[in-house]
């Protein structure tokens, strides 16, 4: 069972390269004309391609750098002058900060609040933590951004409503200018979640099982937290993981409004330069950090969930 | 305390009880209506009523319990002296599990996935009794000998969802048997289960009333349950009780029209006549209206009954009945009228199934190289049989048996592994659906168990009944709407039922449609696929006629699957026992049921229950469930009573001929019961 | 004795009706709806009730206050801001209002028929999407983006596209799920063409969940509209857009806060007021909504 998820998990990650590589060969241009520029003809382009190898096939080219990125090195940028590993780094750092602030805080907080929301349903919490979800949920991310910089930093100005700092700076120094933003993607994060939680919640609370644990005359808060809960919390750990994905997109808007120097914002800006090796890596290593984490979940699934194990164990 | 105190006070008592909810116009429907019963110490009480009479409400609120959405109207319930309705949480939480424990109806589903079975246990222990927590391990697995269930200790470690049905039911008991409680509540513990384990497990509940004098409050549809474990029978119908007695008087000689009804409509093993079918269903909830509930199907009603509500009164016989014309109901007979004659069928035959060998499981890659497709573990193995024209050839078996493969592989929905399946005239029936032809499409058609399914929910009965005219037919227009017409009449269903969605028709009509969708392609087989299981006791009766109604018309053969032998035995000519896939007996009805059986039949036989207090049932085999037949030998050896030896595990059983094409598949030579 | 012949049309239209009333029933539905269809009625006749033309530069009004000449005041180049609220959702709508039917009917068709298809082929077709679903929704866009330009003619192909994608699993559960049931194999068995089974049995079961995904799908694409404009990949200047105008008026905030706020009042109540009706709509239609994915 684990064998296959995992070859499945890196049959994915290599259909991902396959179609990033060709998503960015649709790019017109290649790294010759976004380097050489208006230059971009003749001769002068002739021995740009040869010198970086662009008049192999197309195929040469996907092995060679699929090749070269499973060994940890994606090469480097379109004006030839920098490791892209390197250029990476510290923007994979700075994201990464982001992300696990926002998870720290978001999934835990989402917990609490579904289980909260869904316990004391249609009472005055749940109306209004369901309502301040649905407001989260569908405003865009930008949208939610700018108004918290409204509130936050231009009313009240309590913290900084765009980074300044530099993309290699130590960590310490992205303080407190990161919380603003780990608070955005909190926001839509824990929303979503919740959500999903509170759902299940719900359902299981109407469960037969439940309904005999009562007969049983367990107490009320024995039967939330050994019966209800464990039942319930299984399909929040897919939830929790769509979400994460949706943090590696969400993350580009985010850090475009408040100015983070990330992979994000990389990513976008590249595009724009045409700096297509950038491009192709960044995509493949935020499909792959996708796919780890979907791994994870389900291999979470499996363990929690004894329907799942011990099939496995009875072949009959 | 004094004796007197004790015998004063009714144990369980349910004073003028009304529950119901609160509707659209906000007014208050009714679930329950003016309930007054009492249950004393170590009496074991019956509840009878079908869906839709309160029964399961009623069980609940013994425990001071309520679904979500039902309220009190008025009334008490209260045990040993405790109202139930107005006791805090905390004190109720002592009494539940602890005093009066309840065995749910469908256990799979009440046992918590994520814990283990004996961790499930423990807590009930750990509740309810003052015993150390170290001691737990060991009374748990106490319990579960007290339940008869084989290695406990392993069970202990398991997953609700690892274990059978049957096993689920008992550790339910069990669970409920840790609190060692004075009274028990059992809502429909035996629905849904095999005979042999549903025979099985009454038999355990009543040794453990007798042995431990818990009171019983039993609630089911089914008599033959009944009459087996309880001394008291209620019987309920619309949220009302309508008959209260003895377990002799309400099952021998019910003193209401509608029990009477009821009692007419379950086939029995010794009546060799058709069920009579009790027409109409019951008023939903709220739509009583002034009169009797039952005025509407009741054949002895009269005008006053449909004004004046009936009280319940004691007779002489000391049973109470709500009904005006008590004294009447000897009118309506216990059984039914249309006797089920052995018919004369041409020999011309219309089905000839050969070595048909089918398996759901794909052979794997692996297997397909290595040549090992074919292995004897195939879900049905080499059956050969054939089929008369006109004639009602019954499948019976349990779970596992094979029987709705069968049917399925005969419908094109299944090829088989190998085998041959031949039709009126020798010519061979093509596996496949798409490989018919449209002629051998429509002599063969498939009636499925459950309505709610097998009906399209967003399709109108016209719609539903259009599709097989038009394809096969190609009716459209007038000529469609008249032969549409024409059909619901022959299923006695209004013409107005046309516009309506499947949702708005009962469990009973929609099994009609079913029917008459499958005769608009004037077949000349019918499959039915346990038809009659998925629905309430005296409907089954009205489906069962019709089916005799209309083969007479149309000289139709059915092949009749079902769990059910009494329901087999009433409309079959000839029926076929299977075990694990593989043929075990085939013959005429009377010579199946009769006294010469394969060991298996014999075993199945014994555990029907008649709804008769005086019955007991043979249990001779116990009621392990098997995963998958036995690679060589009989199908059977593992449970089989009558074993030789060895020669069962190894070699295939013979064939035994008897008169009138019965046969037997056996290593015994003497097969008489 | 004599049938109608006419039950099917009063079948369809009633049900319909009920739909529609039974979501209206509920306080949610009925906010939600009105919010939809007054921003679609606003969408047309906006043009006609706006107090001036949305290109007019007014150098002398730059960033003011609300006034009685300008309700909501002026933006950084003097242009009125009611104006442009009132209108920035017209390409929006239009936009998405196309993309999202053809997004679901060509997911939903694919969806369907790999449903049907099983085996191998499904197979290999879900871990593609799989893979296809791990890339941030960005990077596709802008990748098509960037290749074929910003035009409505590249962006509704694009979004329906990639928004169809999603709704090939949804289609394809769905499918799954009728597929197994009674009356499917009952329609087999009688030997109806996959065709038939397809239109008659199956369609009509799956539509339903396809109508809330719909609905569904229209919101999330709007977000990802608003957001490409946002990030200077969608609607080109000097079209009024709501999210051309946040980031805009984005630095200016602290002089002029109305020149966000007023967009995004218009854009979030839109996204709201869908979502509202398509949960409504699921209530109505009996659809079970557990499941909520981001993308």
Same mark, same amino acid.
């Given at each position: 069972?684990?064998?296959?998820?995992?070859?499945?998990?890196?049959?994915?990650?290599?259909?991902?390269?396959?179609?990033?590589?060709?998503?960015?060969?649709?790019?017109?241009?290649?790294?010759?004309?976004?380097?050489?520029?208006?230059?971009?003809?003749?001769?002068?382009?002739?021995?740009?391609?040869?010198?970086?190898?662009?008049?192999?096939?197309?195929?040469?080219?996907?092995?060679?750098?699929?090749?070269?990125?499973?060994?940890?090195?994606?090469?480097?940028?379109?004006?030839?002058?920098?490791?892209?590993?390197?250029?990476?780094?510290?923007?994979?750092?700075?994201?990464?900060?982001?992300?696990?602030?926002?998870?720290?805080?978001?999934?835990?907080?989402?917990?609490?609040?579904?289980?909260?929301?869904?316990?004391?349903?249609?009472?005055?919490?749940?109306?209004?933590?369901?309502?301040?979800?649905?407001?989260?949920?569908?405003?865009?991310?930008?949208?939610?951004?700018?108004?918290?910089?409204?509130?936050?930093?231009?009313?009240?100005?309590?913290?900084?409503?765009?980074?300044?700092?530099?993309?290699?700076?130590?960590?310490?120094?992205?303080?407190?200018?990161?919380?603003?933003?780990?608070?955005?993607?909190?926001?839509?994060?824990?929303?979503?979640?919740?959500?999903?939680?509170?759902?299940?919640?719900?359902?299981?609370?109407?469960?037969?099982?439940?309904?005999?644990?009562?007969?049983?005359?367990?107490?009320?808060?024995?039967?939330?937290?050994?019966?209800?809960?464990?039942?319930?919390?299984?399909?929040?750990?897919?939830?929790?993981?769509?979400?994460?994905?949706?943090?590696?997109?969400?993350?580009?808007?985010?850090?475009?409004?408040?100015?983070?120097?990330?992979?994000?914002?990389?990513?976008?800006?590249?595009?724009?330069?045409?700096?297509?090796?950038?491009?192709?890596?960044?995509?493949?290593?935020?499909?792959?950090?996708?796919?780890?984490?979907?791994?994870?979940?389900?291999?979470?699934?499996?363990?929690?969930?004894?329907?799942?194990?011990?099939?496995?164990?009875?072949?009959? | 305390?004094?004796?007197?105190?004790?015998?004063?006070?009714?144990?369980?008592?349910?004073?003028?009880?009304?529950?119901?909810?609160?509707?659209?116009?906000?007014?208050?429907?009714?679930?329950?209506?003016?309930?007054?019963?009492?249950?004393?110490?170590?009496?074991?009480?019956?509840?009878?009523?079908?869906?839709?009479?309160?029964?399961?409400?009623?069980?609940?609120?013994?425990?001071?319990?309520?679904?979500?959405?039902?309220?009190?109207?008025?009334?008490?319930?209260?045990?040993?002296?405790?109202?139930?309705?107005?006791?805090?949480?905390?004190?109720?939480?002592?009494?539940?599990?602890?005093?009066?424990?309840?065995?749910?109806?469908?256990?799979?589903?009440?046992?918590?996935?994520?814990?283990?079975?004996?961790?499930?246990?423990?807590?009930?222990?750990?509740?309810?009794?003052?015993?150390?927590?170290?001691?737990?391990?060991?009374?748990?697995?106490?319990?579960?000998?007290?339940?008869?269930?084989?290695?406990?200790?392993?069970?202990?470690?398991?997953?609700?969802?690892?274990?059978?049905?049957?096993?689920?039911?008992?550790?339910?008991?069990?669970?409920?048997?840790?609190?060692?409680?004075?009274?028990?509540?059992?809502?429909?513990?035996?629905?849904?289960?095999?005979?042999?384990?549903?025979?099985?497990?009454?038999?355990?509940?009543?040794?453990?009333?007798?042995?431990?004098?818990?009171?019983?409050?039993?609630?089911?549809?089914?008599?033959?349950?009944?009459?087996?474990?309880?001394?008291?029978?209620?019987?309920?119908?619309?949220? /009302?009780?309508? &008959?209260?007695?003895?377990?002799?008087?309400? *099952?021998? %000689?019910?003193?209401?029209? #509608? +029990? @009477?009804?009821? =009692?007419?409509?379950?086939?029995?093993?010794?009546?060799?006549?058709?069920?009579?079918?009790?027409?109409?269903?019951?008023?939903?909830?709220?739509?009583?209206?002034?009169?009797?509930?039952?005025?509407?199907?009741?054949?002895?009603?009269?005008?006053?009954?449909?004004?004046?509500?009936?009280?319940?009164?004691?007779?002489?016989?000391?049973?109470?009945?709500?009904?005006?014309?008590?004294?009447?109901?000897?009118?309506?007979?216990?059984?039914?009228?249309?006797?089920?004659? /052995?018919?004369? &069928?041409?020999?011309?035959?219309?089905?000839? *199934?050969? %070595?048909?060998?089918?398996? #759901? +499981? @794909?052979?794997? =890659?692996?297997?397909?190289?290595?040549?090992?497709?074919?292995?004897?573990?195939?879900?049905?193995?080499?059956?050969?049989?054939?089929?008369?024209?006109?004639?009602?050839?019954?499948?019976?078996?349990?779970?596992?048996?094979?029987?709705?493969?069968?049917?399925?592989?005969?419908?094109?929905?299944?090829?088989?592994?190998?085998?041959?399946?031949?039709?009126?005239?020798?010519?061979?029936?093509?596996?496949?659906?798409?490989?018919?032809?449209?002629?051998?499409?429509?002599?063969?058609?498939?009636?499925?168990?459950?309505?709610?399914?097998? *009906?399209?929910?967003?399709?109108?009965?016209?719609?539903?009944?259009?599709?097989?005219?038009?394809?096969?037919?190609?009716?459209?227009?007038?000529?469609?709407?008249?032969?549409?017409?024409?059909?619901?009449?022959?299923?006695?269903?209004?013409?107005?039922?046309?516009?309506?969605?499947?949702?708005?028709?009962?469990?009973?009509?929609?099994?009609?449609?079913?029917?008459?969708?499958?005769?608009?392609?004037?077949?000349?087989?019918?499959?039915?696929?346990?038809?009659?299981?998925?629905?309430?006791?005296?409907?089954?009766?009205?489906?069962?006629?019709?089916?005799?109604?209309?083969?007479?018309?149309?000289?139709?053969?059915?092949?009749?699957?079902?769990?059910?032998?009494?329901?087999?035995?009433?409309?079959?000519?000839?029926?076929?026992?299977?075990?694990?896939?593989?043929?075990?007996?085939?013959?005429?009805?009377?010579?199946?049921?009769?006294?010469?059986?394969?060991?298996?039949?014999?075993?199945?036989?014994?555990?029907?229950?008649?709804?008769?207090?005086?019955?007991?049932?043979?249990?001779?085999?116990?009621?392990?469930?098997?995963?998958?037949?036995?690679?060589?030998?009989?199908?059977?050896?593992?449970?089989?009573?009558?074993?030789?030896?060895?020669?069962?595990?190894?070699?295939?059983?013979?064939?035994?001929?008897?008169?009138?094409?019965?046969?037997?598949?056996?290593?015994?030579?003497?097969?008489?019961? | 004795?004599?049938?109608?012949?006419?039950?099917?049309?009063?079948?369809?239209?009633?049900?319909?009706?009920?739909?529609?009333?039974?979501?209206?029933?509920?306080?949610?539905?009925?906010?939600?709806?009105?919010?939809?269809?007054?921003?679609?009625?606003?969408?047309?006749?906006?043009?006609?009730?706006?107090?001036?033309?949305?290109?007019?530069?007014?150098?002398?009004?730059?960033?003011?206050?609300?006034?009685?000449?300008?309700?909501?005041?002026?933006?950084?180049?003097?242009?009125?801001?009611?104006?442009?609220?009132?209108?920035?959702?017209?390409?929006?709508?239009?936009?998405?209002?196309?993309?999202?039917?053809?997004?679901?009917?060509?997911?939903?068709?694919?969806?369907?028929?790999?449903?049907?298809?099983?085996?191998?082929?499904?197979?290999?077709?879900?871990?593609?999407?799989?893979?296809?679903?791990?890339?941030?929704?960005?990077?596709?866009?802008?990748?098509?983006?960037?290749?074929?330009?910003?035009?409505?003619?590249?962006?509704?192909?694009?979004?329906?596209?990639?928004?169809?994608?999603?709704?090939?699993?949804?289609?394809?559960?769905?499918?799954?799920?009728?597929?197994?049931?009674?009356?499917?194999?009952?329609?087999?068995?009688?030997?109806?063409?996959?065709?038939?089974?397809?239109?008659?049995?199956?369609?009509?079961?799956?539509?339903?969940?396809?109508?809330?995904?719909?609905?569904?799908?229209?919101?999330?694409?709007?977000?990802?509209?608003?957001?490409?404009?946002?990030?200077?990949?969608?609607?080109?200047?000097?079209?009024?857009?709501?999210?051309?105008?946040?980031?805009?008026?984005?630095?200016?905030?602290?002089?002029?806060?109305?020149?966000?706020?007023?967009?995004?009042?218009?854009?979030?109540?839109?996204?709201?007021?869908?979502?509202?009706?398509?949960?409504?709509?699921?209530?109505?239609?009996?659809?079970?909504?557990?499941?909520?994915?981001?993308?």
């Amino acid at each position: 069972m684990l064998l296959r998820r995992l070859g499945l998990g890196a049959i994915t990650v290599w259909l991902v390269s396959i179609i990033i590589f060709v998503g960015v060969e649709m790019l017109p241009g290649d790294a010759c004309t976004a380097f050489l520029e208006r230059e971009a003809q003749g001769k002068l382009l002739e021995n740009c391609r040869e010198d970086l190898g662009l008049n192999r096939s197309a195929l040469v080219r996907y092995a060679d750098w699929a090749g070269s990125a499973v060994r940890g090195d994606l090469g480097v940028s379109a004006n030839g002058q920098k490791q892209i590993s390197e250029l990476v780094g510290y923007r994979l750092r700075n994201t990464l900060l982001l992300a696990s602030g926002a998870m720290l805080v978001g999934i835990p907080l989402a917990l609490f609040l579904g289980v909260v929301a869904a316990l004391w349903r249609d009472k005055l919490v749940d109306i209004f933590v369901s309502t301040t979800a649905i407001f989260a949920m569908t405003i865009p991310e930008f949208v939610s951004a700018t108004l918290l910089i409204l509130v936050f930093s231009v009313w009240l100005g309590w913290v900084p409503g765009i980074v300044l700092t530099s993309a290699d700076a130590p960590l310490i120094e992205f303080f407190p200018e990161v919380l603003l933003p780990i608070a955005v993607l909190t926001l839509v994060m824990t929303a979503h979640i919740l959500r999903t939680v509170r759902s299940s919640v719900i359902e299981t609370l109407a469960s037969d099982y439940a309904q005999m644990a009562t007969l049983k005359g367990v107490p009320y808060w024995q039967i939330v937290f050994r019966h209800i809960l464990p039942n319930a919390l299984l399909p929040t750990i897919n939830v929790v993981a769509l979400t994460i994905a949706w943090l590696l997109g969400g993350v580009v808007v985010i850090e475009t409004v408040f100015n983070y120097p990330g992979l994000g914002r990389m990513m976008i800006d590249s595009i724009s330069d045409r700096d297509l090796p950038v491009t192709q890596a960044i995509a493949l290593i935020i499909a792959s950090v996708y796919v780890v984490v979907n791994l994870a979940a389900d291999i979470l699934t499996m363990l929690a969930n004894p329907r799942l194990r011990t099939v496995h164990m009875r072949k009959g | 305390m004094k004796p007197t105190d004790v015998k004063a006070r009714d144990f369980l008592a349910i004073n003028d009880l009304s529950i119901g909810f609160r509707g659209r116009a906000g007014t208050m429907v009714p679930v329950l209506r003016n309930i007054s019963l009492t249950v004393q110490r170590g009496e074991s009480v019956g509840l009878v009523g079908e869906s839709g009479s309160g029964k399961s409400t009623l069980a609940l609120s013994m425990m001071g319990y309520l679904k979500t959405g039902l309220k009190v109207i008025e009334g008490s319930v209260s045990f040993d002296g405790i109202e139930m309705f107005s006791q805090a949480r905390k004190s109720l939480e002592t009494i539940r599990g602890g005093r009066l424990a309840l065995i749910p109806q469908n256990s799979g589903q009440s046992l918590t996935p994520t814990l283990r079975i004996g961790a499930q246990i423990a807590e009930a222990l750990k509740l309810h009794s003052s015993l150390a927590e170290t001691a737990h391990s060991a009374r748990v697995t106490e319990l579960l000998s007290q339940v008869r269930l084989p290695d406990p200790s392993t069970i202990s470690e398991r997953y609700p969802h690892e274990l059978s049905g049957g096993q689920q039911q008992r550790v339910a008991i069990a669970m409920a048997l840790a609190g060692e409680p004075e009274a028990l509540l059992l809502d429909e513990p035996t629905t849904g289960l095999d005979v042999t384990t549903q025979a099985h497990i009454l038999e355990l509940l009543r040794d453990l009333a007798r042995d431990t004098g818990m009171a019983m409050v039993y609630v089911s549809h089914d008599l033959g349950a009944i009459a087996r474990v309880c001394d008291r029978v209620i019987v309920m119908y619309a949220g /009302e009780v309508v &008959l209260e007695g003895s377990a002799k008087q309400v *099952l021998r %000689d019910p003193g209401h029209p #509608y +029990a @009477r009804g009821l =009692l007419a409509s379950i086939p029995q093993l010794k009546d060799t006549h058709l069920p009579r079918a009790l027409d109409g269903r019951p008023p939903a909830p709220g739509l009583v209206g002034n009169g009797c509930a039952f005025v509407d199907r009741c054949v002895i009603a009269t005008e006053n009954c449909g004004t004046a509500r009936p009280e319940l009164t004691q007779g002489p016989s000391g049973a109470k009945t709500r009904c005006h014309h008590a004294d009447r109901v000897d009118e309506i007979p216990l059984i039914g009228q249309r006797e089920v004659h /052995e018919r004369n &069928l041409p020999e011309t035959i219309s089905l000839n *199934l050969d %070595d048909l060998t089918i398996s #759901y +499981a @794909r052979p794997s =890659l692996l297997e397909k190289l290595r040549g090992r497709e074919n292995q004897s573990t195939a879900t049905v193995d080499a059956i050969t049989l054939a089929l008369r024209k006109g004639e009602t050839l019954g499948l019976v078996g349990e779970s596992g048996s094979g029987k709705s493969t069968i049917l399925k592989s005969l419908a094109g929905l299944l090829p088989p592994l190998h085998g041959t399946v031949d039709v009126a005239g020798g010519t061979p029936l093509p596996a496949r659906v798409e490989d018919r032809s449209a002629a051998q499409l429509r002599q063969i058609q498939m009636i499925f168990q459950n309505p709610d399914e097998s *009906l399209n929910p967003r399709q109108t009965i016209a719609q539903i009944l259009a599709q097989p005219l038009k394809l096969y037919f190609g009716l459209s227009g007038e000529a469609l709407n008249e032969r549409s017409a024409q059909l619901l009449e022959q299923v006695r269903l209004g013409v107005h039922y046309l516009d309506r969605l499947p949702s708005q028709l009962s469990g009973g009509e929609k099994q009609r449609v079913a029917v008459a969708r499958a005769f608009a392609a004037e077949p000349d087989l019918v499959l039915c696929d346990e038809i009659t299981s998925a629905l309430d006791v005296s409907v089954q009766a009205a489906v069962l006629e019709l089916l005799d109604d209309l083969r007479r018309e149309n000289d139709t053969s059915y092949v009749f699957v079902s769990h059910d032998l009494a329901v087999v035995r009433v409309l079959s000519d000839r029926v076929a026992v299977l075990y694990q896939g593989r043929l075990c007996e085939i013959g005429p009805t009377k010579d199946v049921y009769g006294e010469t059986s394969h060991p298996y039949t014999e075993v199945l036989l014994g555990a029907v229950l008649e709804p008769d207090p005086d019955f007991s049932p043979t249990l001779s085999a116990n009621d392990a469930v098997e995963l998958s037949p036995p690679k060589a030998g009989c199908p059977f050896q593992r449970r089989c009573p009558k074993r030789i030896g060895d020669v069962c595990d190894t070699v295939i059983p013979p064939r035994r001929d008897f008169a009138d094409g019965h046969t037997i598949w056996c290593h015994r030579e003497n097969l008489q019961a | 004795m004599t049938v109608t012949t006419s039950y099917h049309r009063p079948r369809r239209l009633a049900r319909f009706g009920t739909v529609i009333s039974d979501i209206l029933a509920r306080p949610s539905g009925a906010i939600g709806l009105t919010l939809v269809l007054g921003h679609l009625v606003l969408a047309f006749i906006g043009p006609f009730i706006v107090p001036y033309d949305f290109t007019e530069m007014n150098s002398g009004l730059m960033l003011s206050k609300p006034s009685a000449a300008h309700w909501l005041g002026a933006d950084h180049l003097g242009r009125d801001t009611l104006t442009r609220t009132l209108l920035g959702g017209r390409e929006a709508i239009l936009v998405t209002g196309i993309a999202t039917p053809l997004a679901v009917l060509w997911g939903g068709l694919v969806g369907i028929f790999f449903g049907l298809a099983g085996g191998r082929v499904d197979e290999v077709l879900m871990r593609v999407v799989d893979a296809f679903l791990s890339l941030p929704w960005i990077l596709k866009m802008l990748v098509l983006i960037v290749t074929f330009g910003t035009g409505i003619e590249v962006l509704i192909p694009t979004l329906a596209f990639f928004y169809g994608i999603p709704v090939i699993r949804i289609a394809r559960a769905a499918t799954h799920d009728v597929v197994a049931r009674d009356f499917v194999q009952a329609a087999r068995a009688r030997g109806h063409s996959r065709g038939t089974i397809i239109r008659r049995e199956l369609l009509p079961n799956v539509r339903d969940a396809l109508l809330v995904e719909g609905a569904m799908r229209w919101s999330w694409m709007l977000l990802a509209f608003s957001s490409l404009s946002f990030l200077g990949f969608g609607v080109s200047p000097p079209t009024p857009d709501w999210g051309l105008m946040i980031a805009d008026a984005r630095g200016f905030m602290s002089f002029s806060p109305l020149g966000v706020l007023a967009p995004m009042v218009g854009l979030s109540s839109l996204i709201i007021g869908i979502n509202l009706t398509a949960d409504a709509l699921a209530k109505a239609l009996g659809i079970d909504r557990a499941q909520k994915a981001p993308v």
